[in-house]
């Protein structure tokens, strides 16, 4: 009886002892999330901030061939508050296209922290390319018409 009542502790220890690890293995991938989600995309893009005008934007940043290439392609939205930044190595008249897309968007072309190129209200259909008329050294795409809900314009500053 003794060595019954003996196991039976044992293994509530063990039992117990099972249960917090679960629980501080579960409380760690929570915290890593919460702390990493404001730093990387669920794609694995790194998020900064970007200020338009008076609107804050968490842009997921690009700046590799493929992450470039793909941009937003087969997403099927993009939050309110959400946006993409190409970071280009150099500046240029770098061109864009619409291939598998599926939102329409606002196209800002950006040199120097300053807007110097707007294309807005993309359609996903699109099948052309879109070249700014300057170069740039970065590009910002935005969910369409909310360039000029925010009352944008060529020349403004951008917060990167």
């Given at each position: 009886m003794m060595t019954e009542t003996f196991?039976?502790?044992?293994?509530?220890i063990g039992?117990?002892?099972?249960?917090?690890?679960?629980v501080c293995v579960a409380i760690?991938?929570?915290?890593?999330?919460?702390?990493?989600?404001?730093?990387?995309?669920?794609?694995?893009?790194?998020i900064v901030k970007v200020k338009l005008g008076d609107t804050f934007f968490k842009a997921e940043a690009v700046s590799s061939g493929d992450k470039l290439a793909k941009g937003l392609g087969g997403r099927k939205e993009l939050c309110e508050s959400c946006a993409m930044l190409f970071e280009f190595q150099n500046?240029?008249?770098?061109a864009f296209w619409m291939k598998g897309m599926e939102i329409a968007i606002d196209i800002i072309w950006?040199?120097?922290?300053?807007?110097?190129?707007?294309?807005?209200?993309?359609?996903?259909?699109?099948?052309?390319?879109?070249t700014?008329?300057?170069?740039a050294d970065a590009v910002?795409?935005?969910n369409a018409g909310k360039f000029n809900e925010m009352g944008?314009?060529?020349g403004d500053m951008v917060e990167l």
């Open positions: 196991k039976f502790k044992e293994n509530m039992s117990k002892k099972t249960t917090i690890a679960a760690t991938v929570f915290a890593l999330g919460y702390f990493l989600s404001d730093k990387y995309s669920i794609q694995g893009n790194r500046s240029g008249k770098h950006i040199s120097g922290r300053r807007i110097v190129h707007v294309e807005k209200n993309i359609q996903s259909d699109f099948s052309g390319t879109l700014p008329v300057s170069d910002l795409e935005i944008l314009e060529v």
